[in-house]
């Protein structure tokens, strides 16, 4: 049974930094794409960011270029998203996404709260 577990949320100060987790378990991890999608109350979910099943390349959304960063550790099964200078815009449940055509499988997400 795949599992993708989500931690590292939690309130943190505009113009400060958290980092996400999102463990992964039951699949191939190394075979799959990993993305951080969000969704802030009363909106879509929206792409945050991806990276490839090795690492090579990485992608995100204008709104977060420059401040956040994914990763991964193929060993470890696990997917990271650095954030930093963040902004009350920021604040939302983050999921992470592992998607290799047709399969794609869902964490349950872990709130963010941006707030002084």
């Known amino acids: 049974q795949v599992q993708l577990v989500e931690s590292g949320g939690g309130l943190v100060q505009p113009g400060g930094s958290l980092r996400l987790s999102c463990a992964a378990s039951?699949?191939?991890?190394?075979?799959?794409?990993m993305s951080w999608y969000r969704q802030a109350p009363g909106q879509e979910r929206e792409l945050v960011a991806t990276i490839t099943s090795a690492g090579v390349t990485t992608n995100y959304a204008d709104s977060v270029k420059g401040r956040f960063i994914i990763s991964r550790d193929n060993v470890k099964n696990t997917v990271y998203l650095q954030m930093n200078s963040l902004k009350p815009e920021d604040t939302a449940v983050y999921y992470c996404k592992a998607y290799s055509y047709p399969k794609a499988y869902w964490g349950k997400g872990a709130l963010v709260t941006v707030s002084s």
């Open positions: 039951g699949l191939t991890f190394s075979s799959y794409y």
